[in-house]
């Protein structure tokens, strides 16, 4: 009878489903969290540009209103983007929800998403992922 006790096998072979479920979740959360930092860079944009466009004082209100409508909408996609790179990287209920507030802060949100991108490709990259500007997406 031969002994099969010191096989070894290559590693990308031995991932399990729940791995590869929960990598899925990491890029899911990537995307979003990506369209969160571009619609955060075009509202300080329009903040910077703004005052020297002069617009009358309806117009100011009204692109004041559209900042702070896209602000909102950012915050709570960044919000959906981190939990899903949380669950992903099966951080705590609390460390996600801790993550989830920083979103709604001005700067501290793109400073937190920017870090927490950086260790989704990071995390992308070693699973095989091919990594790019907008997201990732699986080799092959």
């Keep these: 009878m031969q002994d099969f006790s010191n096989l070894t096998f290559n590693q990308a072979h031995s991932r399990t489903a729940q791995r590869q479920a929960l990598d899925r979740d990491v890029a899911a959360g990537q995307k979003m969290i990506i369209s969160a930092v571009i619609i955060n860079l075009l509202v300080v944009a329009m903040t910077i540009l703004l ?6 004082h309806d117009t100011g209100i009204a692109l004041m ?4 409508i896209a602000n909102i909408t950012a915050a709570l996609i960044a919000l ?7 669950k992903g990287f099966e951080w705590s209920v609390i460390g996600r929800l ?3 507030v920083l979103a709604f802060f001005p700067c501290i949100n793109l400073i937190t998403l920017l870090i927490v991108n950086a260790m989704a490709s990071t995390h992308l990259k070693a699973a095989g992922y ?3 500007l907008f997201g990732a997406r699986p080799k092959g």
């Design 51 to 56: 005052p020297s466009l002069q617009p009358t």
């Design 65 to 68: 209103i559209g900042g702070w």
């Design 80 to 86: 959906l983007g981190l939990m899903r790179i949380g």
């Design 98 to 100: 801790a993550l989830g």
């Design 130 to 132: 091919q990594v790019g």
